[in-house]
C-alpha cells in the first residue's frame, strides 16, 4: 500500500496499470507496490475513486450505487447546496465543479447532467485523465459526440455511455434467447417506452427517452438501420412530446419505437418477433413476469393464414439491479482498460439513429 496524494490520508492500493492518478514515490516503493498489488486477489484490489457530477434525479441513484460497490469518492453539482446534502449523506466530499476535472485523487467521474452540457464536461474530465461514464444523451448533436468520445480515445479514458437496460438481467437473458436461436429468425422488433414527463427544455420524448430502446434493438440486430423514418407530434410546446421511429434494417428486420412523455400511464415494453417464437420484456412486470416467451402456431391452409395462441411461459431471469452491474461493468474497465458493454462507438450509432427520426416543429410561442 502507499499513501496516494489528496486521498486525506487514507491508505490505498495501486493498481499495476496507472489509470489512477500518478503518485510522488520512488521506483523502490513502486514496484514494491507493483508486486503486490499483481499479487493480490481482484477483491482485495481498491476500487477507483469516481466523483458523481450532477446529483439531480438520475445521480442520486448513481451516489447512492456507487456507495454500495465501494467506489463513492466525492460529489459534485453547480448547486453547492445539493452537492453538500449528498456528500453530508454518503461520508464523502463535495467537490466544486470547477475543481472537479484536476483534482489528481479523482480516478473517474459519473456524469448526469442536462445533457447539453455531458459532452463539454467529458472532454474536461477526459483531457484531465478521467474515465468517464456520461448519462444517456451524451450530447444533443452528432458532431458534440464525436469530439467527446475521440477525446477519449486520445487520452486512453474509458468512455461508457448510461445505457442501464443492456444491464438489464431480463434484456440479457432475451439477447440470449435470441442468440441461441430460440426465437428462429427475427423480422419485427418495437418497443414502447410511455409516460408522464419528465419536461426537458432542450431535449424532446425521443432523445429522452428512446436511447434505450435503441441500445437495446442495435443490440439484437447487431447492425446499423438502413432506413430511419421519424414522426413526432409537440403538444405542449415546440418539442416532441410523442416520437415514432420506424426503422429497416438489412435482410428486411423491420423495427418500430414509440416514445411518450404525456402519456396517461407508465408503459416499459419491448417486443421481438420470430419465426419460432415471439417475446416480450415488460419492465413493468414483477420480477419473474419480465420475460415472457409466446409460442403461437401461425400457417397456411389453401391459400389462408391461421394460427393459434398458446399461453406465454415465463423465463427465469437472475437477480440484479440494472443500475448496479451497469456501474460494475464501469468500475471493471476502469480497473482492465477493456471496452465497456456500452462503449462511445455506441452512444454514437444510437445519436445517429435520432438525428434522422427527429422532427422539427416550429416555435409557437
Ligand atoms: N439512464 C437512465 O435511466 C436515466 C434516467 C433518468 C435520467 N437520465 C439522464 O441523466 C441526466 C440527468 O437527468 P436528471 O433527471 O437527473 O436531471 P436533473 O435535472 O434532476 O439533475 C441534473 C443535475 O445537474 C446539475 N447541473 C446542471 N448543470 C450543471 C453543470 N453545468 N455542472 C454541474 N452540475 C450541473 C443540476 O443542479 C442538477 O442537480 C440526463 O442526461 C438524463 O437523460 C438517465
Not at 53 to 73: D, E, P, Q, V
Not at 242 to 261: D, K, M, Q
Not at 295 to 315: C, F, L, N, R
Request: glycine residues 8%; charged residues 25%.
Amino acid at each position: 500500500m502507499l499513501r496516494s496524494p489528496g486521498c486525506g490520508g487514507r491508505l490505498r492500493h495501486l493498481p499495476v496499470r496507472g489509470n489512477y492518478q500518478k503518485v510522488n514515490a520512488n521506483s523502490c516503493v513502486r514496484f514494491a507496490v507493483q508486486i503486490l498489488h499483481a499479487t493480490m486477489s481482484t477483491a482485495e484490489k481498491m476500487p477507483p475513486r469516481i466523483a458523481v457530477l450532477g446529483c439531480g434525479y438520475w445521480g442520486s441513484n448513481h451516489i447512492r450505487t456507487l456507495k454500495s460497490l465501494g467506489a463513492l469518492y466525492a460529489v459534485s453539482d453547480q448547486n453547492s447546496d445539493r452537492a453538500a446534502g449528498f456528500a453530508a449523506d454518503q461520508g464523502v466530499e463535495a467537490i466544486a465543479v470547477d475543481d472537479l476535472f484536476t483534482r489528481p485523487d479523482v480516478d473517474a467521474i459519473v456524469m448526469a447532467l442536462p445533457p447539453q452540457f455531458h459532452a463539454q464536461s467529458a472532454i474536461r474530465a477526459v483531457s484531465n485523465g478521467k474515465d468517464v461514464l456520461v448519462e444517456k444523451p451524451i450530447a444533443l448533436t452528432v458532431p458534440d459526440a464525436e469530439a467527446a468520445v475521440k477525446a477519449a480515445h486520445d487520452h486512453g479514458r474509458i468512455f461508457m455511455v448510461g445505457h442501464v437496460l443492456r444491464f438489464h438481467p431480463a434484456f440479457e437473458k432475451l439477447l440470449e434467447l435470441i442468440k441461441a436461436g430460440d426465437l428462429g429468425d427475427v423480422s419485427y422488433i418495437h418497443s414502447h417506452r410511455l409516460g408522464l414527463g419528465k419536461f426537458h427544455t432542450e431535449n424532446d420524448a425521443l432523445w429522452d427517452l428512446a436511447p434505450h430502446d435503441l441500445s437495446m434493438i442495435l443490440a439484437i440486430t447487431g447492425t446499423e438501420p438502413l432506413e430511419v423514418r421519424g414522426e413526432g407530434a409537440a403538444v405542449l410546446d415546440h418539442l416532441s412530446d410523442f416520437a415514432h421511429l420506424h426503422l429497416r434494417f438489412p435482410n428486411n428486420v423491420r423495427g418500430h419505437l414509440f416514445a411518450s412523455r404525456l402519456n396517461p400511464y407508465r408503459e416499459r415494453r419491448l417486443t421481438v418477433v420470430g419465426n419460432k417464437a415471439m417475446a416480450v420484456f415488460d419492465d413493468m412486470e414483477q420480477w419473474d413476469r419480465k420475460l415472457a416467451v409466446y409460442k403461437h402456431s401461425i400457417w397456411q391452409d389453401e391459400g389462408q393464414w391461421a394460427s393459434t395462441t398458446e399461453e406465454p411461459s415465463y423465463v427465469k431471469v437472475a437477480h440484479g439491479m440494472p443500475l448496479t452491474r451497469e456501474l460494475q461493468n464501469f468500475i471493471d474497465c476502469i480497473g482492465s482498460r477493456n471496452e465497456p458493454r456500452t462503449d462511445g462507438e455506441e452512444a454514437i450509432r444510437v445519436l445517429r439513429i435520432l438525428t434522422a427520426g427527429t422532427v422539427v416543429h416550429n416555435k409557437v410561442k
